[in-house]
């Protein structure tokens, strides 16, 4: 089957750097992509990595190594409004879309 | 711009009923998704289809079916609600071939008493 691990909380301040990692278990993997959700919204997307190394968007990266099976997003320069929570998905050659079960981001002034 | 619509926002139905939670999209895309949402657990695949009039159960179907008669629209059926149903569902879709960007519609919050 498949599976993903992620922390459930991290709390930083404004302005720093913070990175959300994600473990997965997947068999005929795709791709690793990430969602913000803020309260009370629909997931939007972040970014995708179907192969190794990082992908930079913005103040936004995020990085994949899959013969370690793990990915990481990387928030940097912090805002407020970047609180919110963060799911990372795999997809499978089945077509299958698993999320992760979230990683609730906690920005301090 | 691409769009996913969610026929209800929020549901009040009563245990036993059969619901029916309707999704449109407007981008042709081949694959469609229902996950449903609940504090603490992330979202939970019920069911997906990858084209009209299949589909295939994610990890949660038990209590759900569903129907994709056209490519556009994707249903999700409640036939004998009950109060552990109660949850924010979210339906999505995305090209088919393609594991990247969902796009998600707005949430159906179904509250079962």
């Known amino acids: 089957g498949q599976s993903l691990e992620q922390p459930s909380e991290v709390t930083a301040v404004e302005g720093a750097i913070v990175q959300i990692n994600c473990t997965y278990q997947?068999?005929?993997?795709?791709?690793l992509s990430w969602y913000q959700q803020h309260d009370g919204g629909a997931p939007t997307f972040l970014s995708y990595?179907?192969?190794?190394g990082l992908e930079e968007t913005g103040r936004f990266s995020s990085f994949l190594s899959r013969s370690d099976s793990y990915g990481y997003l990387l928030l940097q320069e912090l805002q407020m409004k970047d609180s919110a929570s963060y799911f990372c998905a795999v997809g499978s050659n089945t077509g299958k879309l698993i999320f992760g079960q979230g990683t609730t981001l906690q920005v301090k002034p | 711009d691409v769009k996913v619509t969610q026929s209800s926002r929020y549901l009040v139905k009563r245990t036993g009923e059969k619901v029916f939670l309707e999704c449109v999209q407007d981008m042709d895309h081949e694959n469609m998704f229902w996950y449903r949402q609940d504090p603490g657990l992330g979202l939970r695949l019920i069911y997906f289809?990858?084209?009209?009039?299949?589909?295939e159960k994610g990890d949660i179907p038990e209590g759900y079916s569903v129907s994709r008669e056209k490519k556009e629209r994707f249903s999700l059926i409640l036939e004998s609600a009950s109060t552990n149903q109660t949850s924010m569902y979210l339906c999505?879709?995305?090209?088919?071939?393609?594991?990247?960007?969902?796009?998600f519609g707005e949430g159906s919050r179904l509250t079962v008493l």
């Open positions: 990595n179907a192969l190794d």
């Open positions: 999505a879709s995305i090209p088919g071939g393609n594991t990247g960007e969902l796009f």
């Open positions: 997947t068999s005929g993997f795709y791709g």
């Open positions: 289809s990858y084209d009209v009039k299949m589909k």
